[in-house]
Nanobody, 120 residues
Framework: QVQLVESGGGLVQAGGSLRLSCAASGRIFRINDMGWYRQAPGKQRELVAT???????NYGDSVQGRFTISRDNAKNTVYLQMSSLKPEDTAVYYC??????????????WGQGTQVTVSS
C-alpha cells in the first residue's frame, strides 16, 4: 500500500504564487508517473500536470506557462509550483501516483487533497 500526503495549499491573492508538495510513502517498489489534478465545486476533476519517472511533463491548457511540475525520485516526492494564480485556479488539488509492484501490477493512488483558494 502506498500513501500520498499533500501539503502547501492555502489562501493567496490573484497574481501570487504557491508551491504544493506530495510525498509518497509505504510499500514502494517503483513509482512511475506522478501528477496533480484539481476539482472545483460543481466541476469535474481535471488534469493540472503530470510528470514521468524520466521527468517528461504534460500540462493542462489552463495552466500551461504558469505552473511547473517537478519531482525528486530519491524522496518519492512531486511538486507543483504555481505562479500568476487566478481566481479560477481555486480548487481542491489532488496528488496522483502510478505505482508498479514487484509483480508488475500497476495501481493508481490518490492523496487526500489540499485546498487552494485564490482571492481577487
Amino acid at each position: 500500500q502506498v500513501q500520498l500526503v499533500e501539503s502547501g495549499g492555502g489562501l493567496v491573492q490573484a497574481g501570487g504564487s504557491l508551491r504544493l508538495s506530495c510525498a509518497a510513502s509505504g510499500r514502494i517498489f517503483r513509482i512511475n508517473d506522478m501528477g496533480w489534478y484539481r476539482q472545483a465545486p460543481g466541476k469535474q476533476r481535471e488534469l493540472v500536470a503530470t510528470i514521468s519517472s524520466g521527468s517528461n511533463t504534460n500540462y493542462g491548457d489552463s495552466v500551461q506557462g504558469r505552473f511547473t511540475i517537478s519531482r525528486d525520485n530519491a524522496k518519492n516526492t512531486v511538486y507543483l509550483q504555481m505562479s500568476s494564480l487566478k481566481p479560477e485556479d481555486t480548487a481542491v488539488y489532488y496528488c496522483n501516483a502510478v505505482h508498479s509492484a514487484l509483480n508488475l501490477v500497476r495501481s493508481i493512488y490518490w492523496g487526500q487533497g489540499t485546498q487552494v483558494t485564490v482571492s481577487s
